[in-house]
């Protein structure tokens, strides 16, 4: 047992002599078994190179590259993926507040790709009609959302496009996100989907406009 006592100590010690203490500051390079990429073969924006004829180490774009910003229909512009923006948050910018209204346009195209991606990602558990009744309630999962109780409706959309991203509460309820399976303009299909789908039960005869109503043609 000795032996092996005095093994570990040794071993302690070399590792301790070789790598030093966690924090400790040394004006000797580290020693390392990884590099992990800490020196690339790169240059900086806007650095000087010889290697292109005009000296620069930013080039322009050559034809044909495509653009990582994506203009969705009625965003003001362009927006990148990871851009605080309320067309990828769904809040207002450097705030918490959702947004209250769509922040794309909504058009009959927009509705159809919402339905369609809704009975893919959404219909197993809040059913085709949205009234919670999808196929895992057979199996166990009764406490899925009704989408046309009062809480869900009175959502404004931007809280309804993150509960799609991260889930009900933020991701601290039962419903887990989908942030990683939709993108974002069928992220707001599903949102103006289910807003359709809502109206669709709870909407009166009022609200319907003359020219699509029974009586639109007498």
Not at 39 to 54: D, G, I, S
Not at 193 to 199: H, K, P, S
Request: aromatic content about 6%.
């Amino acid at each position: 047992m000795r032996y092996v006592l005095a093994a570990f100590v040794l071993l302690v010690c070399l590792v301790v002599g070789l790598a030093g203490f966690r924090g400790e500051s040394s004006r000797r390079p580290p020693i390392e078994i990884f590099p992990d990429m800490d020196r690339q073969a790169k240059l900086r924006p806007m650095e000087p190179n010889r290697f292109f004829t005009n000296g620069n180490s930013s080039q322009p774009q050559v034809p044909g590259t495509v653009a990582r910003a994506k203009a969705l229909a009625g965003s003001d512009r362009p927006v990148l993926p990871f851009e605080d923006h309320p067309v990828n948050t769904g809040r207002t910018v450097g705030t918490t507040n959702y947004v209250e209204s769509m922040q794309v346009t909504v058009t009959m195209d927009l509705l159809k790709r919402g339905r369609e991606r809704y009975q893919i990602s959404c219909v197993p558990c809040h059913g085709a009609q949205g009234d919670g009744n999808g196929v895992v309630k057979k199996f166990g999962f009764a406490a899925i959302a009704d989408l046309h109780q009062e809480r869900v409706v009175k959502m404004s959309e931007g809280q309804m496009y993150r509960t799609i991203v991260h889930g009900n509460n933020e991701g601290k309820g039962l419903m887990a996100g989908y942030g990683a399976n939709i993108e974002v303009g069928d992220r707001w299909a599903i949102v103006a989907y289910v807003r359709a789908l809502q109206r669709s039960r709870l909407g009166s005869p009022e609200e319907v406009p003359s020219a699509a109503s029974s009586k639109g043609g007498n």
